[in-house]
């Protein structure tokens, strides 16, 4: 019998989430039947929506979820040998059972590690990738904003508006996370815990905002609402800043503004674009390999 190991929901998150919502528990695998392999994870995820899914989907005694990279241990498919890497969405599990179906593609990594397939090559990088380009469609020179700037997420955003040649303003929440992000070529960087979003907006983009990465959502947001330029596109990826709230926002409708500022204003979940990810993922690995040049 083969042994795994799982986290589990012991109580649903309310507010941030605690140890003791999650459980370890040891489980006894059944044997393989034709067609399926034994994976163990090599690299687990811990992304911020799950925090989201796991409030409207989640019950006591599930698996924690979240994409995994695996290696086959033991195979009943010929397609998928002993040592063969793969990307599926088991959770947080040391070990599991998975038939190909459940197996999804992996990028061409060549010589980059193998964790930059749940990063950069990954959901986070393809993201990144073209929840920006395709919404925001950033033009050389253009001012472009960043919440969120230090995260998985947002630190790519302001790499690729800087290949684009555009002016990037970055918001992180602590010194290191603001030196680190500058350190990547971000032009103006504020710890929005220590600015009013609005006065570094009014310091760094005086003549108002092309495009905005949303990671955060809430006051934030409304905040640059109000510095974007007639005409500026905004894509909201995320809303970071409400997912461990336990009271209901109250603040002013962003309508009246998108109106007459006649913004472009458009969420995305990064899937619908999963048919085109092969394109993402050369573009970002073509970066990679010219930055390490
Ligand atoms: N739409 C999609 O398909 C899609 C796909 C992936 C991710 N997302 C969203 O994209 C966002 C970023 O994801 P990620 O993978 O980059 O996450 P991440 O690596 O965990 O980074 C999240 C960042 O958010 C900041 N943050 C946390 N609470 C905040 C608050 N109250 N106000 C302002 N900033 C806050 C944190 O840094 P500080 O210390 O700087 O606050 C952190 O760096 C999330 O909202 C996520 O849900 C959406």
């Not at 507010?15 to 489980?27: A, I, N, T």
């Not at 925001?136 to 955003?157: D, R, T």
């Not at 899937?271 to 010219?290: D, H, L, T, V």
């Amino acid at each position: 019998m083969v042994k795994a190991k799982s986290w589990k929901i012991a109580k649903l998150f309310d507010g941030v989430p605690k140890d003791e919502d999650l459980q370890l528990v040891e489980e006894d695998l059944p044997g393989l039947k034709d067609g399926e392999m034994l994976i163990e994870a090599v690299y687990l995820t811990v992304d911020p929506y799950m925090r989201v899914m796991l409030e409207t989907n989640g019950k006591v005694g599930d698996t924690m979820m979240g994409e995994q990279i695996s290696k086959v241990i033991e195979s009943k498919n010929k397609d998928y040998p002993v040592g063969t890497i793969v990307r599926t969405h088991s959770g947080w599990r040391s070990r599991t059972i998975v038939s190909a179906d459940a197996c999804r593609r992996m990028p061409e990594l060549g010589d980059l590690s193998l964790s930059t397939a749940l990063g950069v090559m990954g959901m986070p990088g393809m993201t990144a990738f073209f929840g920006f380009l395709e919404i925001c469609s950033p033009k050389e020179g253009e001012v472009v904003v960043v919440s969120g700037a230090a995260g998985a997420v947002g630190s790519l955003v302001g790499q690729i508006a800087k290949i684009k040649g555009c002016k990037v303003i970055g918001f992180a929440g602590d010194e290191e996370k603001c030196k680190w992000i500058k350190s990547l070529g971000f032009d103006c960087v504020y710890n929005y815990k220590k600015v009013k979003i609005d006065d570094a907006l009014k310091e760094a983009a005086p003549e108002g905002v092309d495009c905005y990465f949303d990671n955060v959502g809430g006051e934030f947001t409304l905040s640059v609402l109000k510095n974007m330029k007639l005409f500026g596109r905004m894509s909201i990826c995320g809303q970071i800043s409400q997912y461990n709230a336990t009271e209901k926002l109250k603040a002013e409708l962003p309508f009246p503004m998108i109106l007459f500022k006649q913004l472009l204003v458009q969420g995305f979940i990064v899937m619908r674009w999963y048919n085109r990810w092969a394109e993402g993922e050369k573009q970002m690995s073509q970066w990679i390999r010219e930055v390490n040049k």
